[in-house]
């Protein structure tokens, strides 16, 4: 069975430091990776998405990942963070084949920006 | 931009009582899913669905839940019959079409606690 670990439940940076997110997955193969964001009050937003290929992906508002294969990763980095990052960071699984999939979430990371 | 969104934002019932949670899925989207979180747990997937029939769903939803789409525009959530356990987030998410690398757009959530 696919299962999504984030081991850091609350992530604490100053405002301008650079962040990594952790997220770990378990799957018999090279499962589709997402990461979600949900600020309070809204949905959760795609950041970004790794399918094959290059296993460094660009996403939105400045987010990049990098899928490590050896070590079942999927972290979410940012060079240099905004105080409206300020949000519950999602990693997530999907299987990789046809169909309507389902997601597997970790359990989320909250993500406090000092200013 | 389209957007899924969901009613009521937080519904409070008593134990033993129906709920039905509804969500407007984006417009020329096909897939509808129902997701859940109970405080400080993993987001879960519940159910997901398709040509108006269900797709798959999880052992989490039993015999007490069901999902409808009754109209062009609505996908509903209904709980027969509450129990305390069911106090949790409910996401809905719809996606446009059947190609593995679709996204799921989210909804902001319905907040229900069962007293």
């Known amino acids: 069975a696919q299962s999504v670990t984030q081991p850091d439940i609350h992530i604490t940076v100053s405002e301008g430091a650079s962040l990594e997110l952790r997220c770990n997955y378990s799957?018999?193969?090279?499962?589709?990776l997402f990461w979600y964001v949900q600020s309070p009050g809204q949905g959760l937003q795609l950041l970004l998405k790794?399918?094959?290929?290059?296993?460094l992906v660009q996403g939105i508002k400045g987010f990049e990942a990098e899928f490590k294969r050896s070590q079942s990763s999927f972290n979410l980095r940012k060079p240099s963070v905004h105080w409206s990052d300020a949000a519950e960071y999602f990693c997530?699984?999907?299987?990789?084949?046809?169909?309507?999939?389902?997601?597997?979430f970790g359990q989320g990371t909250r993500l406090t920006i000092n200013p | 931009e389209p957007e899924v969104t969901q009613t009521p934002s937080h519904q409070v019932t008593q134990m033993g009582q129906e709920v039905i949670l509804r969500c407007v899925p984006i417009?020329?989207?096909?897939?509808f899913y129902w997701y859940r979180q109970i405080l400080g747990q993993k987001v879960e997937f519940l159910v997901s669905?398709?040509?108006?029939?269900?797709?798959?769903k999880s052992e989490i939803f039993d015999d007490q839940f069901s999902v409808e789409r009754p109209d062009g525009s609505n996908f509903t959530l209904k709980i027969r019959s509450t129990k305390l356990e069911d106090s949790a987030m409910y996401f809905c998410?719809?996606?446009?079409?059947?190609?593995?690398?679709?996204?799921?757009?989210f909804g902001p959530g319905t907040r229900l606690t069962v007293l």
């Open positions: 998410a719809s996606m446009e079409r059947n190609r593995v690398k679709d996204e799921q757009f």
């Open positions: 997530a699984v999907g299987r990789p084949i046809q169909g309507a999939q389902k997601l597997v």
């Open positions: 669905f398709y040509n108006n029939e269900i797709s798959e």
């Open positions: 799957y018999g193969a090279t499962p589709y």
């Open positions: 790794y399918f094959s290929g290059d296993t």
């Open positions: 417009s020329n989207h096909l897939y």
